[in-house]
């Protein structure tokens, strides 16, 4: 039986937001939860959290039936894009705060604060004011505020989401590693692909309050349930049910048996190389493909499939 096992239905307005969706995660896990905006995704976790009621399912935790306990009684932390620290509190009192609504000893509470200090690499300002910290910081201070109450899952609402790019790649390595030394369950929400791969252990698809599918990083870009996931997920051409990575597929100016008309929309520099995105015609999703040979935006090419490349299944 799984740690997290969730099927539920929420309604706002007669509009179905969460539609009998069903999650399961193991104990220590992280699932990265991604989908376009307006699928769900707060929803769910403000549901877990107790925020917000189910209209029907059931969520169980840990063997426990959590679908009618208050929120306070959880033992689930939800942290969101913005830290949301007390201004008036130093780094430590926001830390402390929740062990002082718990009614911890004072001694307990101070042993337990520094040691998450520690862990957070955030000692050094544990007597500052939030004002006075980056954004970064003030994220390791709400990620302390939240670990240091030992949660039984822990979720994460896109907490990267206003942090620059160069930190945001720091921060979620350092995050992963935190989560996995505390062996916390987690679901993080984030639109960032490379993100969600990079942190999750398994990544979930919501769309249109459903789960499209939840596996591993790997088994849903080489093998998508669907179009729909095939074209949220993974870069590539869905073929006769069968999905085909862009690494599979190359560029040339002649038209050949089974290929597909493009324009360069533009071109694009990741990772020391150089890569361009075509919009494909007959309807289909565009792609971004390596190449080394200087193109022109608007130039009409031709998308193929590399002869030599099988198509890849999961070992």
Same mark, same amino acid.
Not at 121 to 136: C, I, K, N, V
């Given at each position: 039986?799984?740690?997290? #096992? ?21 104990? @220590? ?5 991604? @989908? ?25 935790? %840990? ?18 894009? #913005? ?14 705060? @929740? ?31 939030? %004002? ?15 670990? /240091? ?7 994460? %609402? ?42 999750? %252990? ?22 998508? /349930? ?76 031709? /998308? ?12």
């Amino acid at each position: 039986m799984s740690y997290l #096992q969730f099927n539920g239905t929420k309604e706002f307005n007669k509009k179905k937001i969460l539609n009998q969706l069903k999650l399961s995660i193991g104990q @220590g896990e992280i699932l990265s939860l991604i @989908g376009p905006s307006g699928t769900g995704k707060s929803t769910l976790l403000k549901c877990m959290a107790g925020l917000e009621t189910l209209d029907s399912g059931q969520f169980i935790l %840990d063997g426990k039936d959590l679908t009618s306990v208050p929120a306070r009684k959880r033992e689930i932390v939800l942290v969101f894009q #913005q830290a949301l620290l007390f201004p008036h509190m130093t780094v430590f009192e926001n830390v402390e705060y @929740g062990l002082k609504i718990k009614k911890e000893k004072k001694d307990v509470r101070a042993e337990k604060v520094r040691k998450m200090l520690e862990k957070t690499e955030m000692e050094h300002a544990s007597r500052h004011y939030p %004002d006075q910290l980056s954004g970064g910081e003030q994220q390791r201070a709400a990620l302390a505020r939240a670990l /240091v109450l030992e949660p039984k899952l822990l979720l994460l %609402d896109e907490p990267f989401a206003n942090i620059d790019p160069l930190l945001r790649d720091k921060l979620r390595i350092w995050v992963k590693g935190l989560l996995k030394e505390q062996n916390i369950t987690s679901i993080f929400v984030t639109h960032d692909m490379e993100e969600a791969a990079m942190i999750g %252990d398994e990544l979930a698809i919501l769309s249109e309050g459903e789960i499209l599918q939840q596996a591993t990083a790997r088994e849903i870009y080489f093998n998508p /349930v669907n179009e729909k996931a095939a074209c949220f997920y993974g870069d590539g051409i869905m073929i006769e049910n069968r999905f085909i990575p862009t690494h599979q597929l190359e560029l040339s100016e002649s038209r050949s048996h089974g290929s597909w008309e493009g324009t360069v929309e533009g071109e694009i520099y990741k990772y020391g190389q150089r890569f361009y995105r075509i919009a494909l015609t007959e309807n289909r999703p565009a792609v971004t493909i390596h190449s080394s040979d200087p193109l022109k935006e608007g130039q009409i090419l031709y /998308v193929k499939r590399k002869q030599e490349e099988p198509l890849e299944k999961n070992q």
